[in-house]
């Protein structure tokens, strides 16, 4: 069974760097087979894709939030990552990784989701 | 960027009536490449639906979605005390957007 795991600093202060690691266990991100994505949803309020990226290093990021997000993969330790730079309070949020179905090439729906992780920024 | 709409905010309906929720874009949505998701307080979103129409794994078939181009509905009929919880839309037919939610409440 596919899990995902998010893990990172629940706590980041005011112009610092958000970052976050997904670990997958249950299947290998390098299997080139699905597409793997962050999702966030602030306290209360509805769901933001942030970006998705491909085994090969190839990244999707949402035109909101290009300028300040960068998402990586390392295939030896079957994760991926985020860093989300210059965070104010609006990036408080849980934050998701989850699995894309990949057809054509094509990043399509999640059907897996990690548990979420919640950061607060905070000083 | 496509816009998602989703309406009503808010229904409230009983166990064992049905339940219709609207998700609009902005503009239309390639192939029909919508999903819908069913989220519950402390978790994450769970797929319910893919390809507008196709139902996920598992999923009961009281769980309906239709429609194409701007306008898709999700059905759920008889509703069952467990499927009162949060639906969100996503588009995934040209980069990824979701709608605001919709949420089903107990009435």
């Known amino acids: 069974q596919l899990q995902l795991q998010e893990s990172g600093p629940g706590l980041v202060k005011p112009s610092e760097t958000l970052s976050l690691t997904c670990t997958v266990s249950?299947?290998?991100?390098?299997?080139?087979?699905?597409?793997w994505g962050w999702i966030r949803q602030p306290p209360g309020k509805g769901l933001e894709w942030i970006g998705t990226i491909y085994y090969s290093g190839s990244t999707y990021y949402n035109p909101s939030l290009k300028s300040r997000v960068t998402i990586s993969v390392d295939t030896s330790k079957n994760e991926f990552s985020l860093k989300l730079t210059s965070v104010t309070a609006a990036d408080t949020a849980v934050y998701y990784c989850?699995?894309?179905?990949?057809?054509?090439?094509?990043?399509?729906?999640?059907?897996?989701w990690g548990q979420g992780t919640l950061v607060t920024v905070s000083s | 960027e496509i816009v998602l709409t989703q309406s009503p905010g808010t229904l409230s309906l009983s166990p064992g009536e049905g339940a219709t929720l609207s998700c609009r874009a902005s503009?239309?949505?390639?192939?029909?490449?919508l999903a819908w998701y069913q989220q519950k307080p402390g978790q994450p979103p769970r797929l319910l639906i893919y390809g507008a129409s196709s139902r996920a794994t598992g999923i009961p078939d009281r769980f309906s979605g239709s429609g194409s181009g701007t306008d898709f509905t999700l059905t759920i009929s008889r509703l069952e005390p467990e499927d009162f919880a949060v639906y969100y839309c996503?588009?995934?037919?040209?980069?990824?957007?979701f709608g605001q939610g919709t949420k089903l409440e107990i009435k």
């Open positions: 503009q239309s949505v390639t192939s029909s490449y």
């Open positions: 249950g299947g290998s991100i390098s299997s080139g087979i699905h597409h």
């Open positions: 989850a699995r894309h179905v990949t057809s054509s090439n094509w990043a399509k729906w999640f059907d897996y």
């Open positions: 996503q588009q995934y037919g040209s980069s990824h957007t």
